[in-house]
């Protein structure tokens, strides 16, 4: 055998061992991540809260308890994560929020949340309608949506 060969058999071993490593640590990630939520379906708690604020910040620069940073990794310290300050009751908060809900959660309104210890999971408005304010779209999304329609081709959401 030339060693051409040889060289590509053991990067298709290599390959072969990588892609199956790969799919057993997706699925305990998979059985983690279900724990995970079992845990905090099971702590949810329904709030009226007025949120103050709400923006993406890094986790040391967020105000939450030192309790909370001191549990995290140390390269998920340096990300940012959506915070939202909220007044519930007398008290004034900084809580994580679910990035999904993130964008429809309105400013300066009070709203019915659900909350699983310092995690928003979901929210309903508690007053009237909620008007959520339109996402600024980045350059490149504008850019993108325009060579679509110039195209001819359904833009990509």
Known sequence: MSTGWIVTIVIL???VALIIGLYFLGKRAEKRQAEQKEQMEAVKQTVSMLVIDKKK???????????????TPKLMRGSKLP??????GPQVMSLVCDAAIFDQLPVKKEVKATVSGIYITGFKGLHGKIETTPVKKSRFKKMVENLQEKAGAKPVK
């Open 83 to 88: 915070i939202v300050k909220a007044k519930i």
């Open 13 to 15: 071993v290599v390959l």
């Open 57 to 71: 910040m890094k986790i040391k620069d967020a105000g939450l308890p030192s309790v909370v940073l001191e549990n």
